[in-house]
């Protein structure tokens, strides 16, 4: 799938019960849901995703830590 949005800065996420995680900056793939949205990148030529939850995904969007193509 192609990239529809980049990351600009700080977006971290938690895999579980784990420490927070960071998304690198860079072109990503939004998947948004009705509770949660995921983040599709990739990392070291490895695929890797993220569900955070829909509030999170708000706050960095208005933040503009998590910027949409053409947004």
Do not use: H
């Not at 938690?14 to 990503?28: E, K, N, T």
């Not at 849901?33 to 999170?56: C, F, H, N, Q």
């Amino acid at each position: 799938m192609e990239a529809n949005a980049r990351i600009n800065g700080q977006v971290d996420y938690r895999a579980g019960d784990g420490p927070l995680l960071r998304v690198p900056p860079g072109p990503c793939t939004v998947e948004p849901g009705a509770d949660s949205t995921v983040l599709s990148w990739e990392e070291d030529g490895k695929a890797m995703s993220a569900a955070i939850p829909r509030a999170d995904y708000d706050r960095f969007v208005k933040e503009g830590l998590i910027v949409l193509r053409g947004g």
